[in-house]
């Protein structure tokens, strides 16, 4: 059996019948919502913050700066995706259009590039394709499939879990953000509740590792 033939068994490929013009169409998609989710997240970053609506710009600024929200939308449209092919072409230009508005809104508006962040995320968007690739799997079937889910679920919860005694209210409700992420995908993922119940601990593994080996300073430290 080859990988091709193994990657089929955990989870079968779409018929890849589409078009040239209709894969730049379906490419487009995230593209585009990449875009509007980088201006969005600049957005409430600039505007003024005062009184009721002041606070609530407040938790959606914190919430968007944060990576658990981005990891939430790439899995989606990575497990989502028709081919890991594709998964891994979308969540790609997701990330790069979320960039290119982002950082573009910055320098028009503000004449400032945060050249350091600009390059921890340009990494970041650079090697979305290989995890996006896994994810595709986690709609699959077995124990394989399983595990892919479990990664970004995993992933959310380190993010997450400190929600449960922080005192900071925007950092509280950011972070219970990640937790409600964490919980979406465990419904949005596995395609039966068999595949969740063998998915659950594969994330409390991944947590635990995640924790224990301190990836998030170590991946994401800084931004």
Known sequence: ???????????MRANNDLSVRQKICHAL??????????????????VPHFGLSGDLLNLLSGISTDIGPWVLLAAIIAAFSRTPEAAALHVFV????????????????FHFFPRYYFLRWGIIALVSPVPAFIVWFSRGKGWVASFCAALPVGLLITLGYRFLYTHSLVKDLTRGFDLFSAVLLIILLPRSNS?????????????LIIEK???????????
Do not use: C, W
Not at 1 to 11: E, G, K
Not at 94 to 109: E, I, P, Q, V
Not at 213 to 223: A, E, H, Q, R, Y
């Open 94 to 109: 997701f990330f790069a259009g979320m960039l290119f508005t982002y950082y573009l809104y910055s320098t028009l508006l």
């Open 1 to 11: 059996m080859n990988a091709t033939d193994l990657m089929n068994h955990v989870r």
């Open 195 to 207: 595949q969740r119940l063998r998915m659950i601990p594969l994330a409390i593994i991944v947590f």
């Open 213 to 223: 080996l301190n990836i998030i300073s170590l991946l994401f430290g800084g931004l």
């Open 29 to 46: 998609l995230p593209l585009a919502l990449g875009l509007i989710t980088g201006f969005l997240a600049k957005l409430v970053e600039a």
